[in-house]
């Protein structure tokens, strides 16, 4: 049988997601050409809709994932969301009724996720979702809306984890539908942990920082005795109250450990327009760093005493290193995840003294790790099989 897919990312944490997906994908094909003698037997195309720029999307990000680099590229850009919407839906359409693909492949939460998802549906074209199921309840966010809109237009529903298979269930899809797949990023968490532990910590920090700031020296930046921050979420960085509580409670932070925090480019534009960067920039116990690539990210995860960020990623990352971290969302996301499930997580929405009370409750925990179920490293080939036995 001959298979073509079409994957969509749209930003770069999706291809973390996706370079698994293609890897089994290739695997499965060596093995039908070895075993039954037959010709490949999935064709891939992977579009990237460009929905995110980013300038360190470069040839090494490619050979790190040991993935192509997209056979399409839409350079949709920044936009509003309706802008972004459209001209994804517009330019997809055309690239769907040209590659007549056999599925459609979609990623995550972002809108990229959401346009093309109802595009191929309405070609008539069969959709995957991976990262399918997990819900906040709060209708107000535009993840929780993306996520939502490609569940429902898709003829299978990746779940993540059991909570997510409840979740869908009790929003009506049948069990035909669903997989429970489990969590694709750490397959690539997995694939990559030795290449990033061989790291030199201070010397992959070291062609990142920031100039201009006053910093702890590289020399105090010791296993297990320093914090990270990542911090890119709208609902945190775009509204100045919200944002002056986070960076506040970095402050507090930063005098009981270093920090470094890798800046978001949408985040550091907001610390200068609300008057907060100056501040940042001259404290002596955090280190700003320019947005890090993959496996040194995954390196600082490895060995941080805890970790800041309202990235979904990270947070099952350090679920399963045991990185204690404070999850910066008002509404819970990946619960299995949290230290009351048996992981490492709790969540630190709210004002800045609720967000220090629960600082207080994480920074002496000791590291642990725990993998909720199916988050074993094989959740891509669980997709490829669910996909050919449709």
């Not at 050409?33 to 990000?61: C, K, R, V, W």
């Not at 955090?286 to 600082?300: A, H, M, N, S, T």
Request: net charge negative.
């Amino acid at each position: 049988m001959n298979i073509k897919i079409l994957s969509v990312v749209g930003a770069r944490p999706n291809f973390m997601k996706i370079a698994p997906f293609i890897h089994a994908i290739d695997r499965h094909n060596v093995r039908e050409a070895t075993i039954a003698g037959n010709e490949p037997g999935i064709e891939h195309i992977l579009l990237h809709t460009g929905q995110h720029y980013d300038p360190e999307m470069s040839a090494d990000f490619f050979e790190t994932l040991e993935i192509p680099a997209p056979d399409i590229n839409l350079g949709i850009g920044s936009g509003s969301h309706g802008e972004q919407l459209g001209k994804t839906m517009m330019a997809f359409e055309a690239v769907c009724q040209e590659a007549e693909p056999d599925w459609v492949v979609v990623v995550g939460d972002i809108n990229a996720t959401a346009a093309c998802a109802l595009i191929a549906k309405r070609l008539g074209i069969r959709v995957a979702h991976i990262e399918s199921g997990p819900r906040n309840f709060d209708l107000l966010m535009p993840e929780e809306q993306n996520r939502i809109i490609a569940d429902n237009m898709s003829d299978l529903l990746f779940a993540l984890d059991p909570l997510s298979v409840q979740n869908l269930e009790a929003e009506g899809f049948t069990e035909k539908r669903i997989v429970l797949a489990g969590n694709i990023m750490i397959d690539t968490l997995d694939a990559q942990s030795r290449r990033a532990a061989r790291l030199n910590l201070a010397a992959s920090i070291k062609t990142a920082i920031i100039p201009g700031q006053q910093h702890p020296g590289l020399e105090s930046i010791k296993e297990e005795h320093y914090g990270v921050v990542t911090l890119h979420r709208p609902s945190n960085v775009d509204e100045q109250d919200r944002l002056a509580d986070i960076v506040c409670l970095f402050k507090d932070v930063a005098t009981e450990m270093p920090l470094l925090w890798t800046v978001h480019p949408r985040t550091r534009a907001r610390l200068r327009s609300f008057g907060l960067w100056e501040s940042v920039l001259k404290n002596p116990n955090i280190l700003l760093l320019e947005p890090l690539d993959y496996l040194v990210l995954l390196r600082l995860n490895q060995t941080a005493r805890l970790m800041l960020t309202d990235s979904g990623g990270l947070q099952g990352e350090c679920c399963v290193l045991g990185t204690p971290a404070l999850i910066l969302f008002e509404t819970a996301a990946l619960p299995e995840t949290y230290i009351d499930a048996g992981g490492t997580n709790l969540l630190a929405g709210g004002n800045y003294e609720h967000m220090r009370a629960c600082f207080k409750q994480v920074k002496d925990r000791p590291r642990r790790s725990y993998r909720p179920p199916y988050w074993d490293g094989h959740a891509a080939e669980r997709m490829v099989r669910a996909i050919i036995e449709f």
